[in-house]
Nanobody, 116 residues
Framework: VQLQASGGGLVQAGGSLRLSCETS????????MTWYRQPPGKQREFVAT???????KILDSVTGRFAISRDDSKNMVYLEMNNLQPEDTAVYFC???????????WGQGTQVTVSS
């Protein structure tokens, strides 16, 4: 299983970005698709997840600004990020778990930089 994340970039505070993560296999074979982020000098943290059944969970501090969605026909998961703030600056990673084996996989990360 391979995950390809994209969509990061440099934006000003208040701007928006949409991150994408494509799986190399049928996305419905995954238990969930999750976004994490790792700010500079800090530990990786959970941002948002969507389960195979479509349930979602969002980090409290980004609720109302971020949204996670999925396009099963494209094997893609998205992270829509609005009203970005400098504290959102991080490398964003997508993560998944294959249902059949329980094995976890990580994408390569995409850099999001928000300037004040």
């Amino acid at each position: 299983v391979q995950l390809q994340a994209s969509g990061g970039g440099l934006v000003q505070a208040g701007g928006s970005l949409r991150l994408s993560c494509e799986t190399s296999v049928n996305i419905l074979r995954m238990n969930y698709m999750t976004w994490y982020r790792q700010p500079p000098g800090k530990q990786r943290e959970f941002v948002a997840t969507i389960t195979r059944s479509g349930r979602t969970k969002i980090l409290d501090s980004v609720t109302g600004r971020f949204a996670i969605s999925r396009d099963d026909s494209k094997n893609m998961v998205y992270l829509e990020m609005n009203n970005l703030q400098p504290e959102d600056t991080a490398v964003y990673f997508c993560n998944t778990e294959l249902s059949r084996t329980g094995a976890q996989y990580w994408g390569q990360g995409t850099q999001v930089t928000v300037s004040s």
